[in-house]
């Protein structure tokens, strides 16, 4: 059985103060959380206070990024080293937006992935298809390269650890989410992938999520569907109310 984990990627959303506030309010909601992992994942100015409040609490703090270096002259870069001091557990690798608007390539994500696994975070790592790419039909072929690359000589003994979050990117932030339906057929397909590159068995115990447009409004029909084992969600992990409602699916 796979446990369901719903994470919330705050994005570059929240000052400390904001930060505080709001996983006051979710640590408060959430006491009587069962049966599904909460992460959530604030901006690195928010991670220690952040830290601090979930000492006592089910939530894990996941942080949004990171670089593969354990230290050295690496400006604005933060370790995996630095992560786990904090208390992360979890890292987001090869967001969209990261592969956007900063150029990550699949073999900067795997090098990440290889290093938050040496240093035990967990990885969520994000692969999804633009729509351009949707409607050429390579969804598949793109998915299930940017899955293989990522893992790349990662040992079959940690892909139990590893989190998939599958976010078409035309479905991130536009209110147009996937279907249960659709995302199911391309997370069924990321399980091959990870069957095919290792075995069946450890692709059944991998966690594969989708992202894009998750709302209370669509959780249940996600989450109903048999590959789907959670939520990566941006927009509505920023209110208390909405998130919860998304973690009480
Ligand atoms: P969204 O973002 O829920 O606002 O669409 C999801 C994500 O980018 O992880």
Not at 106 to 119: E, G, P, S
Request: proline share 4%.
């Amino acid at each position: 059985m796979r446990t369901p984990i719903i994470a919330g990627n705050w994005k570059m959303f929240k000052t400390n103060s904001e930060a505080r506030l709001l996983v006051t309010g979710l640590k408060e909601k959430l006491a009587a959380v069962h049966d599904v992992e909460v992460v959530v994942c604030p901006p690195f100015t928010a991670l220690a206070s952040v830290a601090e409040l979930l000492k006592d609490s089910k939530i894990a703090l996941g942080a949004p990024n990171l670089f593969w270096e354990e230290e050295g002259a690496y400006t604005g870069e933060v370790s995996p080293v630095m992560l786990r001091d904090l208390g992360c557990q979890y890292v987001i690798i090869g967001h969209s937006e990261r592969r956007q608007y900063f150029g990550e390539t699949d073999q900067q994500v795997n090098k990440k992935v290889k290093a938050a696994l040496r240093h035990q975070l967990l990885p969520i790592i994000c692969v999804g298809e633009t729509l351009e790419q949707r409607e050429a039909g390579e969804t598949d072929s793109l998915v299930s390269s940017q899955v293989e690359k990522a893992l790349t000589g990662v040992g079959a003994e940690q892909i139990p650890k590893v989190v998939i979050a599958y976010e078409p990117i035309w479905a991130i932030g536009t209110g147009r989410s996937s279907t249960g339906e659709d995302a199911n057929k391309v997370i069924t397909l990321i399980r091959k992938t990870i069957a095919q590159q290792y075995q069946q068995e450890i692709a059944d115990i991998v966690r594969i999520q989708y992202g894009g447009s998750v709302k209370p409004g669509n959780i249940k029909e996600l989450m109903e569907k048999s590959d789907i084992d959670g939520a990566l969600v941006g927009g509505a992990s920023l209110k208390a109310d909405d998130f919860v409602k998304l973690v009480n699916y």
